[in-house]
């Protein structure tokens, strides 16, 4: 009897084991459940960490968003860019999605956690990011570059998850400034380097001469700045009997974040010269054509710079402007400056306001931005007249720093035909609010280059 029960237990524990060996390659091949796929660490490595925090991508909460329109937060991040088309108008222009599957070069993602720029001819689409913070390293790049490259999967590991850990630096810790334009040839401004606390956006103004002792013509402008550059613009001035104070740094938020309101002020007196929302920036006038510039001219030059670090961070930046010989200049490039002044905002609504602006000789339109205050919540330009008639030509959604588009192919008008303005403000407060200069006033103008045919 005893003989037939150890028997049974023999056959038993022979069968178990049989069973487990039968069953182990399939445990083998099985994925790992714990396992993270590639857009899993990619998330979890760089777009949370980096993109999705307060203030830039994290929420539709983010003070930038009516900007970008772009939500990275876990959850919701991939389908915001698999094969959507981007807001950035060069970007759109260009043919670029947010994310390209199997294509980068065509995918917006790439450039813009990309600082060199040289992979792609050069060209800019806005400010690269992480604004305000270390830029990304070489693997970390290269790990988004053939995610996509693979098809940019949701599921799957594609890519070396080594290549995160690979902390080469991107960027060069150095900074070199524009040369100097020769002698005759041009003339150089520049805002020193200035401090940027930590966790502050520092956004500032100065005015300084140009250094021209007499008339000139400028057919080219050039831009550099240290990274976490939001933005740099020049400002002409509509009214030179209220003119700030020369070479007095102007902030527009004190230290405690509060709004300098002696600065708002002073930027109501602006009309738009040149600018970038690039780190770099090289601008050239159609051939025959340049900006004049009186004699002893001076400049508002604004900066906007972000840090999202723990430490402080430096700003600075260089503008270039070179000259042309008057006898080579056919046309001079004006500036346009149409506002609407009859503006009439209800309290505790949103309304549409529109005005046409026309002109009485042929023109091109070179360059269009834009200007509001804060219940400003979308600028829309279209074409009035012509074969083009309603054609929305300019569209922007963020008051404290509209689009500025440059155009490939200038804006035809003829005699006759021009621009509207359609700007949609949302009046939250209990007042009324008409056209005017301060800060609880508003504006609407159509800024930009044009000359005439």
């Known amino acids: 009897m005893n003989a037939i029960i150890q028997k049974c237990i023999l056959s038993g524990v022979f069968l178990a084991v049989a069973f487990t060996a039968c069953q182990k390659p399939a445990v083998d091949d099985a994925t790992d459940p714990t396992e993270l796929s590639s857009f899993q660490l990619l998330q979890k490595r760089v777009l949370t960490p980096s993109c999705a925090t307060t203030g830039c991508h994290a929420s539709e909460q983010d003070n930038m968003f009516s900007q970008h329109g772009l939500v990275l937060a876990e959850g ?12 950035n108008t060069s970007a759109k222009e260009d043919g670029l999605l947010r994310v390209k599957p199997f294509n980068s070069l065509q995918s917006l993602l790439y450039h813009k956690l990309n600082f060199d720029n040289s992979h792609h001819g050069g060209k800019s689409y806005g400010s690269p990011m992480p604004l305000g913070r ?18 940019a999967p949701r599921e799957g590991n594609v890519v070396d998850e080594k290549l995160l850990d690979d902390k080469t630096p991107s ?17 150089q401004m520049t805002l020193a380097p200035f401090d940027v606390a930590p966790n502050f956006e520092r956004e500032l103004f100065v005015r300084k001469p140009v250094g021209n002792t007499e008339e000139i013509f400028v057919n080219r402008f050039q831009v550099k700045m240290r990274n976490s550059s939001h933005h740099f613009v020049a400002y002409n001035f509509r009214n030179n009997q209220l003119l700030p104070t020369l070479n007095e740094i102007r902030d527009l938020r004190n230290p405690d974040n509060s709004v300098n309101l002696a600065t708002v002020l002073s930027m109501q ?23 004049r510039i009186p004699a002893n001219a001076t400049i508002d030059l604004n900066s906007h710079y972000v840090n999202k670090t723990a430490a402080p961070i430096k700003g ?23 506002g609407n002044t009859s503006l009439n905002i209800p309290a505790k609504s949103k309304v549409t306001l529109s005005k046409t602006f026309t002109v009485d000789k042929p023109v091109k339109v070179l360059v ?31 008051w404290e720093h509209p689009e500025t588009i440059t155009y490939k192919t200038p804006i035809s008008l003829n005699k006759g035909e021009g621009l ?27 800024f930009g280059y044009y000359y005439e045919e």
């Not at 830029?135 to 693979?150: D, K, M, N, T, Y």
């Open 269 to 291: 007196n602006h009309v738009y010269f040149a600018g970038s929302q690039t780190p770099t920036a090289d601008y050239t006038f159609p051939e025959g054509t340049a900006l």
């Open 76 to 87: 919701v991040a991939y389908k915001n860019l698999i094969e959507v088309a981007p807001r």
């Open 134 to 151: 270390d830029p990304l390293s070489v693997g970390q790049i290269e790990f988004v570059r053939r995610w996509i490259e693979a098809g």
């Open 171 to 187: 960027v060069s810790a150095s900074f070199e400034p524009l040369p100097v334009p020769t002698a005759g040839q041009g003339f």
């Open 368 to 398: 269009l931005t834009s200007h509001t205050h804060k219940l400003g919540e979308k600028f829309i330009i279209r074409i009035k007249g012509g074969a083009r008639n309603n054609e929305i030509v300019y569209e922007s959604t963020d």
């Open 316 to 338: 600075e930046v260089y503008f270039n402007l070179f000259t042309v010989d008057k006898a080579k200049v056919q046309r001079v490039v004006q500036t346009l400056d149409w």
């Open 420 to 446: 509207t303005s359609e700007i949609t403000y949302n009046n939250t407060t209990s007042q009324a609010v008409r056209f005017g200069l301060t800060s609880e006033d508003e504006m609407g103008i159509i």
